[in-house]
């Protein structure tokens, strides 16, 4: 009877697992999984009456003996339903970290998996919810300066459990270590505006962070107010910097607190939709797993809008149900073109109400251009003496700007074929020169203007927009 219900809940665990790392189930040898991208521990035992109970224990975080904590844990646990709260101690005191565990017991042979599902969703929600009180206690969030109003502490049993956003879903489990590389918020802003151009689109990134670490210290002391939705639009031509962007505002959700890990899941229709029928929901939402916790920035968003034979629709109901399910645990950047995107917005009205801020990347001018060429050479321990400067300067002017331009992307693009003819002007001059001449560190570092290709010839009568975008 034993091993047939090892074999059997084990199954059913493996079913929903993202990772089994081993065990037996056993008291002493724990099945260790990751469900949901979190670290869960599943025992069979027997009662003191024969009962066989199934205990599940998900992994919050490592936890000091802060009296704090250890108040909050011992208030919360009686109130808790469902699950209860507590803490491992080490056997030896300072030896390891204590561990922070939900825990649940069900009777082992009356687990279903419609039974089992709903308790690894109840876990999983008070598990991210714990973690995310937690990092109050221990670390405070930035306090907004109220000059009229003393501050005053709130006890935790007078603020309602919704009071707490909800945190996503780490890979691994955080470590002190972890959270001290984590970089604050105003490091986070310097890479954003150390970015060539995109005025526009760093003061909307500082509104909606200052909006958002706001309403995070509503929260925080338990004030009512609007939720601030983080998921957003970014409408632009390819090389504008969506994708670096969206990858930072992951990091300020995480160093704001609204988001525990803050990476950044990139896709597209293909990564979403699958061939054949039933396959796309499924497809859907394993790359969503991948994202709790972080940011999913689904790139031309509006190739999802199809026919009604067409799967895509089938990929924007699982995505659009997933955020409903795991509100306040991600975030989904959608980017295309702006006509597109607004037809995509409006082609559902889930979508219309969960992204409610377009943030709008134009593209860039030369001299924004001609300083993405000078940074690349920069980075790559290249020099460009004037002439080449001038050379680069004449090609990037005859480049259209039209529907699709590449910006960025041409750019490189530019800067991989200088490089390239550079190396093989610096060769033809060695062969000539002889075999047994070397080259010199400043021949390997210069550009020079024989290596920029000539000002392509372009007969197309499309309309340029250098400045603003385009409409």
């Known amino acids: 009877m034993t091993a047939g219900l090892h074999a059997l809940l084990g199954g059913l665990l493996a079913q929903r697992a993202d990772r089994v790392a081993g065990g037996e189930m056993t008291e002493d040898d724990p099945l260790e999984v990751i469900i949901r991208g979190e670290s869960l521990s599943a025992r069979l035992y027997a009662r003191y009456n024969g009962t066989l109970v199934l205990a599940l224990d998900m992994y919050v975080d490592d936890v000091e003996d802060d009296p704090a904590v250890m108040h909050w844990v011992a208030t919360r646990s009686g109130v808790m339903p469902f699950a209860t709260l507590h803490v491992d101690r080490a056997s030896v005191p300072g030896s390891v970290p204590s561990v922070l565990m939900v825990s649940h017991t069900m009777v082992a042979g009356a687990v279903t998996g419609e039974e089992l599902d709903e308790v690894l969703d109840a876990l999983t929600h008070m598990a991210r919810r714990a973690r995310g009180r937690l990092g109050e206690l221990l670390v405070p969030a930035p306090v907004v300066p109220d000059q009229s109003v003393p501050e005053q502490s709130v006890p935790d049993q007078a603020v309602p459990d919704q009071a707490v956003p909800d945190q996503g879903v780490p890979e691994e489990r955080p470590s002190a270590a972890a959270s001290a590389r984590s970089r604050s918020v105003d490091d986070v802003l310097a890479e954003l505006d150390g970015m060539v151009g995109l005025h526009v689109v760093k003061r909307e990134i500082r509104r909606l962070v200052t909006a958002q670490r706001v309403a995070a210290e509503r929260r925080r002391r338990g004030l009512a107010g609007a939720q601030i939705s983080p998921h957003l639009v970014f409408v632009g031509n390819p090389g504008t910097g969506k994708t670096t962007v969206a990858r930072l505002l992951g990091e300020l959700y995480r160093s704001i607190g609204l988001l525990p890990t803050g990476q950044l899941v990139e896709t597209d229709r293909a990564g979403l939709v699958a061939p054949?029928?039933?396959?796309?929901?499924?497809?859907?939402?394993?790359?969503?797993?991948?994202?709790?916790?972080?940011?999913?920035?689904?790139?031309?968003?509006?190739?999802?809008?199809?026919?009604?034979?067409?799967?895509?629709?089938?990929?924007?109901?699982?995505?659009?149900?997933?955020?409903?399910?795991?509100?306040?645990?991600?975030?989904?950047?959608?980017?295309?073109?702006?006509?597109?995107?607004?037809?995509?917005?409006?082609?559902?009205?889930?979508?219309?109400?969960?992204?409610?801020?377009?943030?709008?990347?134009?593209?860039?001018?030369?001299?924004?251009?001609?300083?993405?060429?000078?940074?690349?050479?920069?980075?790559?321990?290249?020099?460009?003496?004037?002439?080449?400067?001038?050379?680069?300067r004449r090609y990037i002017e005859a480049w259209p700007r039209h529907r699709g331009f590449g910006n960025g992307r041409e750019v490189r693009r530019l800067f991989t074929e200088v490089t390239r003819r550079q190396a093989e002007l610096l060769v033809g001059a060695a062969g000539a020169a002889g075999a047994s001449v070397p080259l010199s560190t400043t021949d390997l570092c210069r550009l020079s203007a024989a290596a920029v290709p000539a000002p392509p010839v372009f007969r197309s009568h499309r309309p340029s927009h250098v400045v603003g975008g385009y409409l």
């Open 276 to 392: 054949y029928l039933g396959q796309t929901a499924l497809r859907t939402t394993e790359v969503c797993r991948q994202a709790l916790g972080g940011v999913l920035f689904i790139d031309e968003a509006y190739t999802l809008v199809g026919g009604e034979r067409d799967y895509g629709h089938e990929a924007i109901d699982t995505l659009l149900r997933f955020m409903e399910v795991h509100r306040g645990q991600m975030a989904v950047v959608v980017a295309g073109y702006p006509l597109e995107m607004a037809r995509f917005i409006d082609s559902n009205p889930g979508l219309r109400s969960r992204f409610d801020l377009t943030v709008g990347f134009a593209d860039y001018a030369t001299s924004e251009l001609e300083q993405i060429f000078a940074d690349l050479a920069t980075a790559n321990d290249y020099h460009l003496d004037d002439d080449a400067t001038t050379a680069v």
